[in-house]
């Protein structure tokens, strides 16, 4: 069967001069009293020119973390209640540490600090950010969800005084994604090949919520980057995106990613659903 490789336009980081002077932020949580007045944003989005797409079904096996900022692992799980905070704790994060100690190379330990379910179906506000299972909208813009500081500030968070013996040996951020309730041809998924990014592409914007100040990465349009995404993804396949990786010497340090609409995708298949969990990885010093 043909590959359904697929054209379509991204949304991008708009840039502005005024940024070299003023840093983008994006407010994203509501009722923050102190920034009353401030306008919820200071960036803007548009589309980027369109660009292909490959569909990466038959040859999964050969995009790996560490040269493309993506892997697709299997994994057959249990039955789990994902509208269950304890569930989703005790059942299903440990099933993905196990995996991805099974799987990825220089897993030494895994330490999780956020998950979410997505459901694509609008909403006539901002989602709560504090509760996981009230599911956000797929992201339909390019984006990294941590940067570099906010990758080191989430270590020191989470370890403590462990924190500077971890920061020593290497310290990755994966967001580990995949749908539950059904396969995805409904807003899959689509990669971008970390080898292809220049890091002058990666703008740092501000995360403002209410309980935490965040960085996230916006990427700037680059013709060279490629594109990828999984035709029909199963229940039992599970994409490991690289957000952030201290080591400098491999070919992908990370993996924009983001939302988009299939052209061939019938009207009447279910809205995506989906679960990621993100989580520090460390490999310990030689």
Known sequence: M????????????????????????????????????????????IEGPEELIENIRGRESTFTLDQNGFQIL???????????????ENVYKPEIERLLKEEVEGVDRVVFFNWRLRLNVARDSLANLNDPLVPLVPAHNVH??????????????????????????????FNIWRPYAHHVEDCPLALCDGSTIRGSDLVICDNIQKTRLGETLLPLYNPDT?????????????????IFDSDADVAASCCPHTAFYHRNIPPDVPPRQSIEVRALIFTKPD
């Open 74 to 88: 299997r994994h057959q799980f249990p039955p789990i209640n994902y509208q269950s905070n304890d569930e989703v």
């Open 144 to 173: 990294l969800d941590q940067s570099p500081a906010t990758a080191v500030q989430y270590v020191y968070e989470k370890m403590g005084e462990e924190a500077e013996t971890y920061l020593q040996g290497r310290v990755r951020i």
């Open 226 to 242: 490629k594109w990828y995404y999984l035709n029909g993804q199963h229940n039992d396949e599970v994409t490991v995106i690289k």
């Open 2 to 45: 043909e590959p359904k490789h697929e054209r379509r336009q991204f949304m991008y980081l708009q840039w502005e001069d005024k940024f070299r002077r003023e840093k983008p932020y994006q407010i994203v949580s509501e009722n923050i009293p102190e920034l009353d007045g401030l306008a919820r944003s200071n960036i803007n989005m």
